[in-house]
């Protein structure tokens, strides 16, 4: 079985501040991470990915998340944050031999200028 | 390129009757896979489709049905409605198994 842990319901942080939003995983083979992002009414947009190589991985809009295997942790950062960068941010899991996405319950970001 | 479309955007119906939801993926995708959104939570999977045959299918029970077309668009069926099947219905496609699911706006379906 495969399970994402989104310990924060929600995150405020000051315009200008750098950002992290955590998440934690288990999944019995090699995990294939992701994060999405969701917008008021909108469906999930894609922000990067983990599948293998380097542990730091960057994606769109500046954001960025580090893999750390012992932790079994994939949070999302950004140096600099945005009050654009306020939405719902899922972190999902899903074992690299099948396709089916497991999601976190969500962080609830809100940039505060 | 167009993304992933779905339709309709909202659908309310009553409970016990049936509906169709409806996905075009990404072009050239082949992958559709669809998701369950309740107010509050993270997307449950439903199913996934890879060239018309179903990969994959998450604890929903059997009033939940899928297929997928030979252009690969595909549609999410639901039998006897009930309260508790209101949500956003979204649809993701991807091309490969490394590559990530891209997803539509959803459909937002109410019971009355």
């Known amino acids: 079985a495969q399970s994402v842990a989104q310990p924060e319901d929600q995150v405020n942080v000051a315009e200008g501040n750098p950002l992290t939003v955590k998440c934690t995983y288990s999944v019995s083979g090699n995990p294939y991470l992701f994060w999405y992002v969701q917008y008021p009414n909108r469906g999930l947009q894609f922000l990067l990915k983990?599948?293998?190589?380097?542990?730091l991985v960057k994606g769109s809009y500046g954001f960025e998340a580090e893999f750390n295997k012992s932790q079994t942790s994939f949070h999302l950062k950004k140096p600099s944050a945005l009050v654009s960068d306020s939405a719902l941010y899922f972190c999902a899991v899903r074992d690299g031999g099948n396709e089916k996405l497991t999601f976190g319950t969500g962080t609830r970001l809100t940039i505060i200028p | 390129d167009a993304g992933v479309t779905q339709s309709p955007t909202h659908l309310i119906k009553t409970r016990g009757q049936h509906v169709t939801l409806r996905c075009s993926p990404i072009s050239g995708h082949k992958s559709v896979s669809w998701y369950q959104q309740v107010l509050g939570q993270g997307p449950q999977f439903i199913f996934q489709y890879y060239e018309k045959e179903e990969r994959g299918r998450g604890n929903f029970p059997d009033r939940f049905s899928a297929r997928q077309f030979p252009n690969y668009s595909s549609e999410l069926n639901v039998n006897a409605l009930l309260l508790g099947d209101s949500a956003l219905y979204l649809c993701?496609?991807?091309?490969?198994?490394?590559?990530?699911?891209?997803f539509g706006d959803g459909t937002r379906l109410s019971i009355l």
């Open positions: 993701a496609s991807s091309s490969s198994g490394n590559q990530p699911q891209h």
């Open positions: 983990y599948i293998t190589g380097d542990n």
